[in-house]
Each structure stands twice: as C-alpha cells, then as structure tokens.
C-alpha cells in the first residue's frame, strides 16, 4: 500500500502500547513519514511529558500548538485544561479557573469515572471534525490505561442517562466505532511480556471497545548478523561472542514475532533497533523510511 | 565497603524497600528479586507487587489481587533447603485495602455500610488517581505494623508520575477536606448560604451536566464520611514517616537508554524535594561489551575490508554496532553515576528471556547481589 493511501484509512490514528515499547518515536516516525506524502498531522499527547519534542530538538509541548517540522504540529491535551475549555464553551468561563484551584473539579471528575478521559476523548473528536490537520495521530497512555481511557466512553452511556455529557460520549463512540474517522495502531517490542500484554489489548479494544485495529508496529528489530568464520583476526574472539550474542537475540525475537502473528492476525510494520543512545531527527528520517517501507507490504483496501 | 556490599545491606538490613520507576522497566522483576535475596539470606520476606505480568503472578502464586500475603512453599524458591528464611508475595487489591481503612475508622458498623455503599466512595476507591499508590503504602504500613516481616518490598504503579505514591496521602485527604464540599455536608440550609454564589452556580450546572443523582451521592458520601477526617489523616502521617524512616530504601530501576535514566534522575531529583534519598539505582537490561578496541578502528577495519572481503566486514560492522550500543549505554550511565554519587549502581545484562519463574528471579537476584559475575566489561563501566 501507498503511504498516501495509507494515511487516508482513517482521520485518526491512536498509538498505543505497554510503556517503555516507543510509542512516542513510533508516532512521531509516523509523522515524518506522513508529512513527507504531503499530509499535515498533528500530534496529540494525553499523558504529560515524552521525548516527542525532544527528538525534533523542541522544549516540551503545551496545550497550545507548536509546529515540530514543516506539515508536522504537536499540542498537549490535559484533562484539566480539557475541563476548564470544556466550561467556558458552556457559559462558565467566569468560575472555572476558580473552581479548578479549589479542588472541587477533582472531587466532580471522581464522581463521575471516566469524565477526565471523555474530556480529552470529547476534545480530540473535536479537532477530527474542525478538520484540524489530514491525520491526527495521538499518542495513547501506556496499555492497561489505554483499555480504560477508550472504554470510558461506553462506560459513560450506561451511567449517564441524558444531558451534553452524554451527547459527547455518544460521538466519541460514534467515531471510535467508525475504522474510516479512528484507529488504533499498537505497538510492542518483539519481546515476551510486551507481546503478551499487546494481544490482551487488541482483543479488549477490539471486542469491548469495538475499535478498528490497523497494523501492528513491532519497534526496534534486530537484524539477523552475518554468520561468524574461523579467520586469523585481532577482533575473532570478540566478533565470535559478539555475533553469537546477536544470533540468540534475534532468534528469540524471531519467535516472538511469530507468535504474534500466530495469536493476533494482524498485519505487522517492523521498524528496526537503532544503535544509538536516543532519537533525534536522523534517526526518525530512517525509522519513517522503513515505515513507508513496512506499510509498502500492507495489502490494499479489500 | 565494595558496592555489592552496600547493596546487599538492602536485602540484609533494611525494614522496607521501595522500587520505582516508569513502566516497562523490569521494577516489578526487581522488587521480587530483593525480596527472594533476603529470604535466601534467612529473613522473612515479603514482595508487595501492583501489576506484575501474568507469568510472573503465577510463579509467585499470586494470580489474584488480595489483601493477605500468600507464602510461597520453600521447595520453589529454595530447593536446596539452605535457607531459614522465608517468602510471600502479594497483589494488591486498592478496593479491598481501601474498604479495611474505612472500616478501621469508621466511628460504628453503620457509618461503615453507609460509607462502603455509596457510589462516589466506590468510584474513590476504584478510580481516582492516586488512590492505588496511597494503597500500596498504606498496605506497607499495615504489614510493616502487624505482617511480622524483616522486610517488605513494595512495587510501585507504573504511572507516568511515578513518585505519586509519596503525594498520594495529601492529595487524597485534600479530596476528603474539600472545602466546597463540606460545606454541602452540613444538614441546614443556612450554611448552604456561606457557600459562594460562584460554588452554587457550580454545583447547578454540574447537576444539570452529570445529572442530580451524581451530586447527591457526593453529598451523601461527604455526610457519611463526617468525623473520619482526623483517623485517615492520622494514618496518612504514619504513612509518611514510615516512607521517611531510616531504614526505609529507595530503588530506583531503570535502563541504560537517554530517555529512561532521564525520568530516574528526574525521580531521585524529586525524592530529594521531599528530604527523601535514593540508595540504589537498578539498571537492567545492559548490553554486554565485547571490545575495548575504539569504535573508530572497527569501522575503519569493516572499511577496509569491504572490497576484498565483503563478509569479514560485515562481521566487523555488526560487532561495531553492538559496541555502539554499549559504549552509549556505558557513557549515560557515567553520566548518571556523577550525578547520582551518593546512590550504588547495579546493573543486570539483557538476558535472552523475560523473567516469568523463580529460577529467572534467582538469576537476577544473583546478578544484583554479586554471586554472579558481571557481564564483561561493566565493571570498568
């Protein structure tokens, strides 16, 4: 498939994985890979501070938006900030700030479970229908909490019987049922717990949530390395250890990718392991190409 | 005293210790590891754990939350009969810990009930950020007071913000001392008229918003609560000098990348606010070095030989690959370790396997703890 085409599947693309797995630099490879076919994107980060910014050489962001790159902008989107501009549209523009200080904002969102979350859910729907960018890729909370922040919604309709707080859950659960306005695209390390962890998610995303799930990033890759040779060398003793390291690696890593195409039958995107310290933007230009690479062997629409 | 000493006395002479760090980073791995050290050495151990992978649980034979440590049977963790120690394991269940608090301070059975029953209390316990972490602490004091243990190891949440756990108890008693919301508690109307009309048109739109019924179970919840304050508060203290007590560690667990040794020098930087300090720094998943050879001459020779003999180079550029890893991980955590003096360093290599049985748990205690050698050229790191 087109990277183009690719990007056109749906408006919204929700990133999700066990934390520690590279969502964020999945995302932001993402970007990069989109904004290069001529799409503009914006980022959307619910869960506080990441080395988004970071690897664009950028101070942390703010719920104001900032650009990244050209075609690329980012923003923050808080509960807390979510509320307040949630309360001002509604005529309390006077008392909010007011009322988020004292503490009474906490004890109504606790009341209400999942009211933080419709909130930043509510506020993303939004922007997808201002048409805000071609492709808004949020970059979820770590796993078990990304369940529980895309099932609020649900959750919400049974609780909440009339008024606009239900209104707002029923459109976000309208988009997020809809594969051609949201999606969600997981992303695991071919390692073990982070597999079996990701399998637990698509499942419950896909039958309690009933979200449409695009392919599956499997993050930093190690290649296969080259077979070792007896030879008359200062380095053979540490190429031999070296090599036969890499080979145990990459045979385990191996397998856990196959028992993740076994369990989950989704396509799959494999972005290879990069040997450096963090993510800048050379290391975001490689992983894009091999993300236009991966998506080049996704099959077409059906 | 050698580095693997100081970090023994974790195991050896410490009354609680506290593993943090953010999510996918081995600190649940880590605090069982301690915990199975300590019994190996003859104490009686407990392991505290929030969410450990399913495998893992069922090594521990800790499948389901509860409120009670499960004991696991000598024969699993020490098969050699050595030790006279002992271990247990636990997954903490918030609600069930939440509810035994509640029912410690309520004042009767009846404000109990009332408490137990209402909707915005179950949605206290069950959803509001921060509450888990006060439970964990609030289940180390608890065991700490009246387990009868020599140590207790206690994973924290894997939040983002992963030092909530020493805010947690203010955070949740500034909740319950709401102000806007004790004055809804009081029966007559004439107080209702100290409330702002700012608070009043609030609470309307809020009622109009999420509906009456929501409002009343805060109400409701609020009367009910009336009088625990002082209890929960007492509690919270308690909780707080135990987090500060002397023989109290704080472990921090990370990895060897940029972005991870980050948020641990941000977590040590933020226990240092709260006059806390960091003794250990657990990094797991190092990658081994092979070479002392600068990484220049590798790629120079994998140059080199790239015409005539296109293999070898290959072989020298994935052996220069591996040792780049390496040599960034070794320099972040030289970097950390001139910014983190104070604290010992520990690092465990990155095994071909997760760790999901004891045997797994025994080879990362051994790696901690020094009875295994570490992988070659850490030490010079």
Redesign the interface.
């Known amino acids: 498939m087109e990277l183009a085409d690719f990007c056109s599947t749906s408006r919204v693309v929700i990133v999700a994985g066990k934390g520690g797995v590279g969502k964020t630099t999945v995302t932001a490879a993402f970007a990069v890979a989109a904004a290069r076919a001529g799409r503009s994107v914006l980022i959307v980060e619910v869960e506080g501070k990441s080395g988004l910014t970071a690897a664009f050489g950028l101070a942390p962001l703010t719920y104001d938006e900032i650009e990244l790159a050209p075609g690329i902008r980012a923003r923050t989107l808080t509960p807390d900030e979510a509320l307040i501009e949630y309360l001002e549209d509604h005529g309390m523009r006077r008392i909010s700030r007011r009322l988020a200080a004292s503490g009474a904002l906490d004890v109504v969102a606790t009341a209400v479970p999942g009211m933080k979350d419709i909130l930043v859910l509510g506020k993303i729907k939004q922007l997808e229908q201002q048409r805000v960018a071609d492709l808004i890729l949020v970059d979820a909370p770590a796993a078990g909490h990304a369940v529980t922040f895309l099932m609020s919604p649900a959750g919400l309709l049974d609780a909440i019987r009339v008024g606009p707080v239900r209104k707002q859950a029923n459109d976000v659960v309208e988009m997020l049922r809809d594969g051609s306005r949201c999606q969600v695209m997981l992303v695991t390390l071919p390692e073990e717990t982070p597999v079996n962890e990701l399998v637990d998610t698509a499942f419950a995303l896909e039958d309690r949530v009933g979200l449409q799930l695009g392919p599956v990033v499997v993050n930093a890759c190690v290649s296969d390395p080259p077979a070792d040779a007896t030879v008359d060398d200062p380095e053979a003793a540490a190429i031999s250890a070296a090599l036969a390291f890499a080979r145990e690696r990459h045979v385990m890593q191996r397998g856990e990718i196959d028992r993740l195409a076994d369990r989950l039958p989704l396509p799959q995107i494999h972005l290879p392991f990069l040997a450096t310290a963090s993510i800048a933007r050379a290391e975001l230009d490689v992983l894009a190409d091999a993300f236009v690479d991966g998506v080049a062997h996704l099959k077409g629409p059906a | 005293m050698t580095t693997a000493d100081h970090f023994a006395e974790l195991a050896t002479r410490r009354s609680v210790v506290v593993c943090c760090g ?4 081995g600190k649940t791995t880590a605090a069982a590891a301690i915990a199975l050290e300590a019994a190996r050495r003859g104490r009686n151990a407990c392991v505290v754990t929030i ?1 450990p ?3 893992l649980a069922n090594a521990l034979g800790i499948e389901s939350l509860s409120d009670t440590p499960a004991e696991i049977a000598p024969a699993i963790w020490d098969p050699a009969g050595t030790s006279t120690g002992r271990l247990s394991a636990l997954m903490l269940d918030t609600k069930s810990t939440f509810d035994r608090l509640v029912t410690r301070y309520a004042g009767d059975e009846d404000q109990s009930r009332r408490i137990l029953d209402n909707r ?1 209390y179950r ?2 316990s ?3 950020g921060g509450t888990q972490e006060y439970m964990a602490m609030e289940k180390l004091h608890e065991l700490h007071a009246e387990g009868g243990y020599d140590l207790i190891v206690v994973d924290t949440p ?1 939040t ?2 992963a030092l909530d756990f020493v805010d947690a108890p203010a955070r949740l008693l ?2 319950l001392d ?4 004790r004055l809804l508690m009081m029966p007559t109307r004439a107080y209702l008229k100290v409330a702002s009309i ?2 009043q ?2 609470l309307r ?2 009622a ?4 009456r019924d ?2 009343d ?2 109400v409701a919840f609020f009367r009910a609560f009336e009088g625990m304050e002082a209890g929960f508060r007492e509690r919270a203290a308690k909780v707080q000098e135990l987090i500060a007590d002397d023989e109290t560690a704080f472990v921090l667990v990370t ?1 060897p ?4 040794l980050d948020e641990a020098e941000f977590f040590a930087h933020r226990l240092t606010d709260h006059s806390l300090s960091v003794s250990a720094l657990i990094v797991n998943r190092v990658h ?1 070095s ?2 002392d ?1 600068p990484l220049t001459v ?1 790629h120079a ?1 994998a140059e080199r030989l790239a015409a005539d003999d296109p ?2 180079a ?3 550029r ?2 220069a ?5 390496a040599r ?2 070794r ?2 955590l030289t970097r950390l370790r001139e910014r983190l003096a104070h604290a010992d360093v520990v690092l465990v290599p ?1 095994l ?3 760790v ?1 049985d004891l045997d797994g748990l025994a080879t990362i205690a051994d790696h901690l703890f020094g009875a295994r050698p570490l992988p ?1 050229d850490t030490a010079s790191a």
Do not use: M, S
């Not at chain 2, 953010?22 to 980073?25: A, E, L, N, P």
């Not at chain 2, 109009?208 to 509906?211: A, L």
């Open positions: 953010t999510g996918g980073v969410d992978a399913k495998r915005f949605n206290v069950g959803a509001l894997p983002r913000h500034r909740l709401n102000r806007v919301f700012a608070v048109t609030f739109t809020v109009r918003v999420v509906g929501v409002i179970d805060v990895t990348r940029r972005d991870a081994p092979f070479t050879t590798l020779e293999a070898r290959e072989r020298y994935a052996l690959g591996l040792e780049t890893v960034h991980e320099a972040e990155l071909a396997h997760d999901h070659p």
